[in-house]
């Protein structure tokens, strides 16, 4: 059950790269970037599920060696991969919106003065 | 008193030298809509971080301590890591001291030449927590917090290099960067978790208990990718086009910031998975790995260089050719090798932030970066033109600057792995390394032609010389310049190799946290001692000498002090068969030096234009690319 978590999170990840390498649109670029992100939170939560397991939220008086919750971590992880997200889809579209201003365009081949 | 005494305690030091960055760009941030306030907290928390940098050279350096520092008291439970821990160790604090000179010295400069941009207080913001992202980086003890950091330290580069957003190419630069520098960072966060899955564990000292002992393919494969995400860090082949493009558009004090600093975080990164996390340094696949794509570097980055006609953009190919001597060095692995790679990080970080600084007092004076429309500046700017050789013959590797003294132990130490192991490769990479300084020396020439010397356009008669905040930041990276090239001992003996020693000390680094390190691998280090003798001083005393008698002979002889300038109705250079006897001199245009050379090389020139094409998806293409060759790679070796 948990495979088939591993393989569809590697799986987005292949396909936003895939995205980002084969799709000249820049909108799409920054789709692709989002979609190789949700790809690492799904990877993240699945490495810290244990079959079976709560919600790992306690007081100190419920916690004792029979509590059996997923591992925490990796939802800390996941909490910060999903803002930093975010922020990278917010300033990307925010860049692609200048970009826009100032080329007329959006298509990556035509955005390209600096080279060589 | 004995609360006072606590927190003053030099344990705390590192997280304070991190937290008055973020402290400083959360103030400016909510305060700085006055310029005095703005640049007072600016100038206070850059100077508070370098204090305590400084500060931690007498416990961690002199006295070789280990500071482990877990934040909130939370520790170990159970033998696993479950708070955030700062370690710093020798090699920690050499590039935090790097990056907190860098940001005081730009700050400095930064005061005088953003006064003409508006929103100077997002600057200040982003210049903060971009430093701020580098202290965090290289003092972290945490895997997941140096992916933090790294995100930081990237978002805040993008939105500088995006800065002047009216500037030819900086968005797009930013964009293209923002993109694979994005790739990178989803690589590392990948890595990541992929150690996490395997150790339950994201202490770094932990990670190098367990990591070496439980190889397997999920580790292999986040070797290969936090490799590669470091790499984008670093800016070394094949990402250079972006360090082009970002260092190019970025306002110069923030290319100092991404050049110096941003690339060595990326270096740093490297080592601590080489040397540490994996412990495979001792691999002769691995040495051949971080040599290989650091000559590729070193060599593709200094003839794109020479190709350049923008001034910055020129210097970020340099600074991409001397990170390929760092990592060159660092690979080699021997004592003598990472102590050289180290002692040219630092040189790199004085002088191409000296350079970078100088192209940005012309910028802010003519207004343009392009060499074909600038000439005769050391007319007009002669303080910045004297700062500015320095910082050129620094670069070049010119006895007695500072470039020199770490080229020669790079050289030696490449000649010596090539004795000690029967390898010829080494002396290849030798002979590539020397070539590089060539080049580079000649680039160097052509910039200085285009420049600073040679005729003045009319239209840049009004040019004056920068403000003295400028020029006096711009002369604290002379002087440093000058200071490590005339007294390589001290730096060796006191930063490069301490910091190389403890690359070296595992063990040491595992047990300062508290950790059994007794499986930790100890990779043979060799000595330091290297052959040849090297006496900067006579040196200086033959280059005083030279220059002297050059001044004796030139006032001896009949010196026409003629005030040249170009004449707005074209260059009778270009009139090949009839004109040319009109004027004793006539301008040689940046593209034009050289021009023998290129056209003989015009198959590699070519291929290379078409290469670096511009595409982010091409771009993103060679990312994905060389992270499968470098997974194929580890797969195989490690």
Known sequence: ?116 | MNLLGNVLSYQHFPIYAIMVLFMGSFLIAAFGENRRVRNILALLSITASLIFSLLLINPVILRGEIIGYWMGARSIAGGYAIGIALEVDALSLFFALLAACAIFVSGVYSIQYMSRDDNEKEYYTLYLLLCGGVMGMVLSGDLFNMFIMVEILTFAAVALTAFRNTARGAVEAAFKYLVVGCMGSTFILVGTAMLYAQTHTLNLAQLAQLVPGNMNTATKAAFALLFVGFGTKAFIVPFHPLAADAHGAAPASVSVIISGVLTKSGIYGIIRITYFLFQSMGLGTMQFLLVFIGSVSMFVCVTMALAQHDFKRLLAFHSISQIGYVLTAVGLCTALGLSAGLYHAINHTLFKGLLFLAAGAVLHETGTTDLNKLGGLARKMPHTTVLFLIGALSISGVPPFNGFASKWLIYQATYQKAVESGNIGFLLVTVIALITSVLTLASFVKVSHSVFFGQLPPELEKVKEVSWGMRFAMGIFALLCIVTGLFPNLVTTYLTEPAAAAAFSVQRYIEAMGFDGSAAVEILAGSFRYAGVWEPVSWLLVLCIALLAVTIAALAGRYDNVSLCRTAAGDSKYQLFYGGEEQSFSQLGGDDMFWGFKHNWRGYFSFMHRLHSGIVNDYALWAVADLALVMLFSLIVL
């Open chain 1, 1 to 116: 059950m948990i495979l088939l978590n591993y393989i569809a999170a590697f799986f987005l990840i292949a396909l936003g790269m895939y995205t980002i390498v084969t799709k000249y649109n820049l909108v799409k670029t920054v789709i692709g970037l989002s979609i190789a992100d949700y790809g690492v939170n799904l990877l993240l939560i699945s490495i810290g599920f244990n079959p079976g397991g709560t919600a790992p939220i306690f007081t100190w008086s419920e916690l004792d060696y029979n509590s059996f919750f997923v591992d925490p971590v990796p939802q800390a992880l996941t909490l910060t991969s999903i803002v930093i997200g975010a922020c990278v889809t917010a300033m990307s579209l925010a860049l692609v919106i200048k970009l826009e201003e100032q080329y007329g365009t959006i298509d990556t081949r035509k955005i390209r003065r600096l080279r060589g």
